[in-house]
C-alpha cells in the first residue's frame, strides 16, 4: 500500500494559537491591552474550525487507507470511498474559509491596537508594544501563507481521488499523485510551525508588555 502522510497541517496549530489574554490589573496601556484582546476574541471560531479540520483530516485519511487496500474487483467500493474523500474535501474548504475570515476579523480588530501602541508615549511600553505589533503582523502574513499551501493540498486531494475512481488508473499514476499530495503537505506542516513560532513569541512579548 503506498502512504500518504496524515493530514495534521491544520489541526496541530490549535495548542499554540490561544493568546493570551494578559495578567489583568492596571497596566501602563490599558487601551492597547483591551484592543489586543478584542483580536483575541476575533480567533474564537478559528479555534473552533481547526479541531473541526483536525476531525475531518483524520477521517479522509482512514477513507484513504481503506480505498487502497481495495483491488478492481471492489471497484463500486472504491468509487464510494473515493466520494466520501471528495465530499470530505469539499468539507475541509469549507471550514478552512470560515477559519481565514475569523483570521481576516482578528487583523482587523488588531487594526486598533497598532494605532494604540504608536500613541504610547512611555518609550519603554512604546517600544515593547511595537515588537508585539510587529510579530502579530508577521503572525498574520504567515497565516495568509498557510491557508493558500492548504488550500492547494486540498485540492491536489480531490484530484487523487478522482485519480483513484479511474479504472485505467496505473501504479505508476498513483505513484505520481500521492507524491504531490505529500509534497504539498510538507510545505503546510513547515508553515504550520513558522505560524506556531511567530504565535509563541507574540505571547512571551505580549506578557512582557502587561506583565512585567
Do not use: W
Request: charged letters at 35%; proline letters at 1%; one cysteine or more.
Amino acid at each position: 500500500m503506498i502512504q500518504k502522510k496524515v493530514l495534521a497541517g491544520i489541526g496541530a496549530l490549535g495548542a499554540a494559537s490561544m493568546l493570551l489574554a494578559g495578567c489583568g490589573g492596571k497596566d501602563p496601556a490599558e487601551s492597547l491591552h483591551d484592543s489586543m484582546e478584542k483580536a483575541v476574541q476575533a480567533e474564537k471560531p478559528f479555534q473552533k474550525e481547526q479541531k473541526t479540520l483536525e476531525k475531518l483530516e483524520k477521517k479522509e485519511h482512514k477513507l484513504y487507507d481503506s480505498a487502497v487496500k481495495l483491488n478492481m474487483d471492489d471497484y463500486q467500493k472504491i468509487v464510494t470511498l473515493s466520494d466520501q474523500a471528495l465530499s470530505n474535501a469539499n468539507q475541509r474548504k469549507k471550514h478552512l474559509k470560515a477559519e481565514k475570515d475569523s483570521i481576516d476579523d482578528s487583523k482587523k480588530a488588531f487594526e486598533s491596537a497598532k494605532k494604540t501602541s504608536q500613541e504610547i508615549k512611555d518609550k519603554k511600553v512604546k517600544e515593547k508594544a511595537g515588537h508585539a505589533v510587529a510579530l502579530m503582523e508577521k503572525r498574520y502574513a504567515s497565516y495568509d501563507l498557510l491557508y493558500k499551501k492548504y488550500e492547494k493540498a486540498i485540492s491536489l486531494d480531490k484530484d487523487l481521488y478522482k485519480l483513484i475512481k479511474d479504472k485505467k488508473l496505473t501504479l505508476a499514476q498513483l505513484e505520481e499523485q500521492i507524491s504531490k499530495v505529500n509534497s504539498v503537505y510538507e510545505k503546510v506542516h513547515k508553515q504550520a510551525d513558522e505560524f506556531n513560532q511567530f504565535t509563541k513569541d507574540y505571547n512571551k512579548e505580549k506578557e512582557l508588555l502587561f506583565c512585567k
